[in-house]
C-alpha cells in the first residue's frame, strides 16, 4: 500500500512539476503529509485528480489498490 502512496506522489509530481506537500515550516510540513492535506492544479484532468486522491490517500482502507490503478480510467485512457 506505501507503493501506491508512493507512486502517487511521484505521479503527482510528472504531472505538475511539485511536489504535492510543501511548506517552509517542517512541522507544517509533516502534518500536511500525516493529514493528506495537497491540492491538485485546475489545469489536471477530472479522470487524473481522481486517480492522484485514490493513490495519495493516507487511510490505507480507502487507498486503491495496484489492480484498481492499472483498471482506473486515466489509466486506461
Known amino acids: 500500500m506505501a507503493d501506491v502512496w508512493s507512486c502517487g ?3 503527482y ?3 505538475v512539476g511539485a511536489l504535492p506537500f510543501d511548506d ?3 512541522r507544517n510540513l509533516l502534518e500536511k503529509v ?3 492535506v495537497f491540492h491538485i492544479p485546475a489545469f489536471v484532468s477530472t479522470d487524473c485528480q481522481s486517480l492522484l ?3 495519495i490517500e ?3 482502507r480507502k487507498r486503491i489498490t495496484l489492480k484498481e490503478v492499472l483498471e482506473h480510467k486515466w489509466v486506461i485512457g
Open 13 to 15: 509530481a510528472l504531472l
Open 24 to 26: 517552509d515550516n517542517l
Open 34 to 36: 500525516k493529514k493528506g
Open 58 to 60: 493516507v487511510d490505507t
Open 9 to 11: 506522489v511521484i505521479l
Open 53 to 55: 486522491r485514490s493513490m
